[in-house]
């Protein structure tokens, strides 16, 4: 197998490729593309002088800013298979579809979720093909800024870290509501302190403590997924004695019950409720610079994403819409924060089944629990991969011995605080104006991960390469991307439709920015960086990085650079041309 060396050396002796040779590449760095200072020596230490040889390596960063430590690789395969499968259900499903199937009806919760979840399916692949060949600190954020644009970059990877810091309070507060269900005279405070101080004490162990606390609190939001769908087709089918109603069927779905209550604006509504139940799920690809071996372990959790969206989305909303009317009052509270009217303890609680409302509403805590857990995550390492790009205070960056982010962890906690606002009169507003800086943060960053995918692919072969030598390849290639990028951009406008005509109202401005205050942020970031950048880094004058000058090397590790993975995958693909139609099916689906 020839490596990337020898064919640049070959390379460099042909007309129009002017190279630096391969001593360039021993440095693990493309000597065509320029830091981010436009200076070709900025790449070394930007992304790192070299890549990792194996997967027990640490991990490159990139836009590394003077000697900082390397996050360590301490995700074990079971991690990122919980990360996968559970790292995404909480408050968005278990409560948020409660308002979803109020406003929409059961027959539009079940297509919009379906309609997120192929999204969400084409956006995993892309994310995993280039999370396995690029295991860098900042994942989307440093793909989006390499083979997009700086300044979109720059932009998105401020709006996911607002995102993250933002929605921390918030689910320490929801965590704290949920406690209600039991114990009204104790002070919602109380319990904000105590998960705070539980998160804290989370983030003395790294990365290591992120993983094992999220494998305990997926596996408990699996078995509550798989135990409701079990609950849900007994008490469907009349097998509950103590629920009056007997069997019930698709008794919901029709009339007097309407399965599209609202029409096309209730329909159009789903969208950033589903959005929203599905964020998280990009973790995966978050947590690949910090995987014991990305390879092995990116492409097994991005193929949960199958299981998860058509199994512990779209099989319980479909459930939930057979045993819950969407008429019922209890589902107008049915928020994030006020858990008491979660639609899933609603059906429960119909069936008649005692202690079981109590057992689900531990589950819905745990839930909120695992996502405030993700936040520190994702916010933290998003932001000092923003300030290793010098896109963010210099002091952000520092990671200790041990491998932990600390200045971005503390900043993390400190906007944890926030959530006490809720004890004041006004504390409602705030978070609402809070939430909105984010709200589409997600159809954003989801349909830029498609983008850089596309825009990979070109450069990949621009530089004469071909998609066999790809250590993974997204099942679905750039069709998948651009289908992503194509619902992200129809969410949009469906969100931005019921923001300016709202179900049950008129256009109102205040409505309106609640809803989508978060594009004109991010036009307002990008604008910014570009001006700057205009002045400042005459590199990234171009409203985006033109394919010749695309990096496709720098973050590679060293294995793949050689060869050698390319040969392995090779054995790989010959071993399972000679497997059963059954292995192939299991293999695709594990």
């Not at 981010?36 to 590394?64: I, R």
């Not at 705070?196 to 509550?224: D, N, P, W």
């Not at 005692?354 to 531990?362: E, H, T």
Request: proline share 5%; hydrophobic share 45%; glycine share 12%.
């Amino acid at each position: 197998m020839e490596s990337y060396e020898l064919r640049d050396r070959r390379a460099s002796a042909t007309p129009g490729h002017n190279r630096a040779g391969p001593a360039a590449y021993e440095l693990g760095v493309d000597p065509d593309m320029k830091g981010p200072t436009g200076n070709v020596s900025d790449v070394k230490s930007a992304y790192g002088a070299e890549g990792s040889s194996d997967g027990n390596d640490p991990a490159p960063v990139v836009g590394q800013v003077g000697e900082v430590n390397e996050l360590k690789r301490n995700l074990h395969g079971r991690h990122m298979q919980m990360i996968a499968i559970g790292g995404a259900i909480g408050a968005g499903l278990f409560v948020g579809a409660g308002g979803a199937l109020n406003s929409g009806g059961p027959g539009s919760l079940v297509i919009c979720f379906i309609i997120i979840g192929v999204m969400i399916l084409m956006m995993m692949q892309a994310l995993g093909e280039l999370a396995v060949m690029y295991p860098v600190n900042g994942a989307f954020y440093t793909y989006i800024v390499r083979f997009v644009d700086p300044s979109w970059g720059f932009a998105l990877g401020w709006e996911y870290t607002i995102q993250w810091l933002t929605i921390l309070p918030f689910e320490l507060t929801a965590a704290g509501l949920t406690i209600k269900f039991w114990n009204e005279t104790i002070n919602v405070g109380v319990w904000i302190a105590i998960f705070l101080v539980a998160l804290t004490a989370i983030q003395f162990f790294g990365v290591r403590g992120y993983g094992e606390v999220e494998f305990v609190l997926s596996m408990c939001k699996i078995l509550a997924c798989i135990g409701f769908i079990i609950f849900g087709i007994v008490d469907n089918c009349g097998g509950i004695k103590s629920d009056p109603r007997g069997y019930i069927g698709a008794k919901y779905w029709h009339a007097p019950y309407e399965p599209f209550k609202n029409g096309f604006k209730g329909f159009c509504s789903v969208f950033v409720t589903a959005s929203f139940a599905f964020g998280g799920t990009e973790l995966t690809g978050l947590a690949a610079a910090e995987a014991e071996n990305p390879r092995v372990q990116i492409p097994k959790a991005t193929r949960q994403v199958f299981w998860r969206i058509s199994f512990f989305y779209v099989v319980n909303l479909f459930i939930l819409g057979l045993i819950v009317p969407g008429n019922d009052p209890r589902l107008l509270g049915a928020s994030n924060s006020n858990t008491k009217d979660s639609p899933f303890v609603i059906a429960i609680t119909n069936a008649g089944v005692k202690g079981l409302p109590s057992v689900f509403n531990a589950v819905i805590t745990i839930s909120v629990i695992s996502v405030a857990n993700s936040c520190t995550f994702a916010s933290t390492r998003t932001l000092q991969a923003l300030a290793l790009n010098g896109m963010a205070p210099k002091f952000l960056a520092y990671v200790d011995k041990k491998g932990r982010p600390i200045p971005t962890v503390i900043l993390q906690l400190l906007f944890g605080l926030l959530a006490f606002v809720n004890e004041s009169k006004s504390g409602g507003s705030v978070f609402t104006w809070l939430l909105a800086l984010s709200g589409l943060a997600n159809f954003l960053v989801y349909g830029s991960i498609c983008l850089a995918h596309i825009r990979f692919r070109s450069a990949w072969k621009l530089r004469g390469h071909q998609i066999s030598e790809l250590p993974y390849r997204a099942t679905f290639g750039i069709y998948g991307s651009w289908l992503g990028m194509a619902l992200c951009f129809i969410c949009l406008i469906a969100q931005f439709y019921t923001a300016m005509w709202p179900i049950g109202g008129s256009p109102d401005a205040e409505g309106f920015f609640e809803s989508y205050l978060a594009a004109p942020l991010a036009i307002g970031l990008y604008l910014v960086w570009k001006v700057y950048s205009y002045f400042k880094i005459p590199a990234n004058k171009p409203l985006w990085v033109p394919l010749d000058k695309i990096d496709v090397y720098t973050g590679m590790r060293t294995d793949q650079r050689n060869g050698s993975v390319v040969a392995l995958q090779k054995e790989e693909d010959e071993a399972l041309k000679n497997q059963g139609l059954g292995k192939k099916v299991l293999g695709w689906l594990f």
